[in-house]
């Protein structure tokens, strides 16, 4: 395989013979999948399937990330010729990876969509797959970890991101991209005590037994240590991984809907992620990318980014295999 491959290769998200191996076909044309991943609703046999959750119901400033996983995909194209960087293994060689495409809802009817994207979930978990999620608003954050909570008990959560999202609301009916951790919590779908909030920079009216590292304490102590105290908070508990992009500063992601100053840099956040190489993590989703606010495309490369590097920790364990 090499880049004269490009002169044949087009349209791998369909074209591809094989679940494994990188991708060279031109940057700038083809079908869009996740890593040029084969499009295919076929979960046998499958490690990990990336699926996008087009949903934009209320952020709080700009709306804009139903768009985000069309704007993810696309960035991804970048990815698919060579190794991660810093890994020292590649996922796309190791791991049978899909693109199991979107979740489909009716945009008119908002109180069927959690029980929609639930039932997405599950049936991708009920395969013994991974679920990579490409968001859409944070709430769908919810949604997904009432499946995984009912296949592996409550999770631990780590969460990126400017706020905890964990204000008050007992209306477990109410759709809210700011309140759906406090559910979570209330609902024992996630282990607080065994969860950490990384790069937090908002007033957190009750933390209700999260472990806060903020943006400030990264800042100060460095990426290196903050994921030293990531790993020994998880332990080995199962533990999903939520990335809201505003967890990064808005020079590094603008587009987001909550954009916050003095966050965390994509350098740090890749020294982070790196270092938490076999946490036993489960699933995990990438949310709030607003590519109308961000022209230059940064934050959906960011996001394709921490997709990537969500499933080169998925498959950590089978790396060698």
């Not at 979740?103 to 991974?130: C, K, N, S, W």
């Not at 949310?287 to 109308?292: G, L």
Request: negative net charge; contains cysteine.
């Amino acid at each position: 395989m090499s880049l004269n491959d490009a002169s044949s290769q087009v349209d791998q998200a369909f074209t591809r013979k094989s679940l494994r191996g990188q991708t060279y076909e031109n940057t700038f044309g083809g079908a869009t999948s996740f890593l040029r991943r084969r499009y295919t609703k076929d979960l046998n046999g499958v490690d990990i399937a990336v699926t996008g959750v087009p949903f934009d119901q209320a952020v709080t400033n700009r709306t804009g990330t139903r768009l985000g996983p069309r704007a993810i995909r696309e960035a991804s194209a970048l990815q698919t010729a060579d190794a991660p960087y810093g890994w020292g293994y590649d996922p796309m060689e190791a791991l049978d990876i899909i693109d199991y495409g979107d979740l489909a809802f009716d945009y008119a009817m908002v109180p069927e969509f959690p029980g929609r994207l639930t039932d997405h979930i599950r049936t991708i978990l009920a395969a013994d797959v991974a679920s990579v999620v490409l968001g859409g608003d944070h709430y769908i954050s919810f949604p997904i970890l009432k499946a995984y909570a009912e296949k592996y008990g409550p999770m631990s959560l780590l969460q990126f991101d400017a706020h905890t999202d964990t204000w008050e609301d007992d209306n477990m009916e109410r759709i809210d991209h700011g309140t759906m951790f406090y559910k979570a919590i209330k609902l024992g779908l996630i282990d607080p005590a065994r969860s950490v909030q990384v790069g937090i920079r908002t007033t957190v009216p009750d933390p209700m037994g999260m472990n806060i590292i903020d943006a400030r304490e990264v800042h100060e102590r460095g990426p290196v240590e903050a994921a030293k105290k990531i790993r020994a908070i998880l332990g080995d508990h199962p533990t999903y991984l939520s990335f809201d992009i505003d967890g990064l500063d808005p020079a590094f992601a603008p587009g987001t809907g909550t954009p916050v100053w003095g966050g965390l840099s994509s350098g740090q956040v890749s020294i982070i992620l790196r270092d938490l190489a076999g946490i036993n993590i489960k699933g995990g989703d990438i949310v709030e990318v607003s590519p109308p606010f961000d022209t230059t495309g940064a934050t959906a490369i960011a996001g394709a980014h921490v997709a990537m590097a969500l499933i080169c920790l998925l498959g950590w364990d089978k790396r060698d295999r």
